[in-house]
């Protein structure tokens, strides 16, 4: 596609579901990120993918966090039992190689009620 | 562990003056970005660079790096008003097994008429 896509744009969720959070990446692109952005502060990194391989997930705050790549492309940050701390918004990224610009997504708006 | 700084976190601008940001970072680096972000909007790459001395101008903005220091600068030339919004640095960090993107803290520039 034209740019990095991500879905949904806006989740609300109760406490204690999960949900999963989609990227679709631009074409060609071999490394994808993830980030979570607080309001007034900037992306804070939670893992990154160098095709399907998830190179670091250092980031990730628990492990109700967890991320796939499973084809090298499309990629989902899922957060399992959510608490309200959760809330934020969830940022992609994804760049033509390892240490090049990247290129980031609209966001995923997410709000744990 | 990678670290980046940016100075200062907020700064209101008169028209027509001329300012500077700070981006200071904490290991070896040679790939540092700068990025623009409207509010509610995703980040707008701005500037790359890549290399000890690198510099890059666009419009009313100008960004170095040194490599040497750890210190990258925008500078702000005839502020005008479209260019209120919040900056962020990212440096690409090399550590190892991984390597990734890490944002400042970000400044909120406004500028007054």
């Known amino acids: 596609g034209a740019g990095v896509s991500q879905s949904p744009r806006y989740k609300v969720t109760k406490r204690g579901q999960d949900v999963a959070l989609r990227c679709d990446p631009i074409?060609?692109?071999?490394?994808l990120y993830w980030y979570r952005q607080a309001l007034g502060q900037g992306p804070e990194f939670l893992t990154y993918f160098n095709y399907e391989a998830q190179q670091d997930k250092s980031g990730l705050p628990n492990d109700r966090f967890s991320a796939e790549r499973p084809e090298g492309s499309i990629s989902t940050l899922t957060i399992q039992r959510t608490e309200q701390r959760d809330s934020a918004m969830y940022r992609c990224a994804s760049s033509l190689e390892s240490d090049t610009e990247a290129f980031f997504g609209q966001g995923t708006r997410l709000t744990v009620v | 562990e990678l670290k980046v700084e940016q100075n200062p976190l907020f700064l209101s601008m008169q028209e027509e003056k001329n300012y500077t940001i700070y981006c200071n970072y904490s290991t070896t680096s040679d790939r540092l970005y700068w990025y623009r972000q409207d509010p509610g909007k995703s980040l707008e790459s701005l500037f790359v660079l890549l290399s000890n001395g690198a510099v890059k101008q666009e419009g009313r903005l100008m960004a170095s790096l040194d490599t040497k220091a750890r210190l990258s600068t925008l500078h702000i030339t005839a502020a005008v008003h479209d260019l209120s919004a919040t900056y962020f640095c990212?440096?690409?960090?090399?550590?190892?097994?991984?390597?990734?993107?890490?944002f400042g803290t970000g400044t909120l520039l406004a500028v007054q008429p």
């Open positions: 074409s060609g692109h071999v490394s």
């Open positions: 990212a440096v690409f960090g090399y550590g190892g097994a991984t390597n990734k993107l890490i």
